[in-house]
C-alpha cells in the first residue's frame, strides 16, 4: 500500500517513513502544501498523512481543495495543533482522522490501519482467481489455504495482484516493492519471483504468475494471457 505524507518537519518525516516502511507501506514524501496536492491529484494513494502547518499551502487549505475537486483518499491528519476548533475545522474541511504531536508510532499504524478498513467492502480485498490478499490484515490464501509469505515476498504479490494482466517490469517492481532504484541488481526480483511461485503456485495445478519475456512478470488466472 501506498501512504502520501506531507510534512515538513525532517526529523518527523524521516522517523515517521522509517517505521512504515518496516510495516511494508510505500511512502512519497511532500515537503510543502502545493507540492503534496500535486501529488495526491496526479497519483492514486491509499492514505494520506498531512501536517498541518506547512510552506506554501496549509495542511487545511490543502485538504479543502482535495475535496472540491473529488479526492476521496482518508485524510489523516498529523500536527501540533490540539485545538478543539482546529480539529472541528479541519473534520468540516474533509479530515478522516486527528493525531496529535508527539505521538507513538503504534497510535499512528492503528489509526492508518482503521482508516484502510473504513472503505468500501470488498476495497480491502484483492483477489485473483482463487488467490486472495487480505490488505488489511496482510493474509494470503489460496484454494481456502492460509500461505506464509515474507515482507518482501507479500508485497512483491500485493502489487501483482492489485495490476492484474498488467505486465510488470523489473524496474517497476524495484521502485514500488522495494521503494528505491537498484541499478543493476533487478535480478533480485528474479530471485523473489522464484520463491514467490514456490509458495503460490507449485502446490497448485494452475498457474498465476507468468512471466513475460523481455519484459517482466504479471499475475493472471486467465488463459488468454
Known sequence: MRILLVEDEEKVSRFVTLGLNAEQFVVDLAADGITGYEMATAHPYDILVVDLMLPRLSGTELISRLRQNQVETPVLVLTARDQLDDKIKNFENGADDYLTKPFAFAELLARIRALLRRRPVGSTMLTVGDLEIDLVT???????????LTSKEYGLLEYLASNPGRVLSRTMIIQYVWDQSFEGLTNIVDVYIRHLRQKIDDPFDRKLIRTVRSAGYMLSDRDDE
Open 138 to 148: 496482510r493474509q494470503v490464501k489460496r484454494g481456502g489455504k492460509v500461505l506464509r
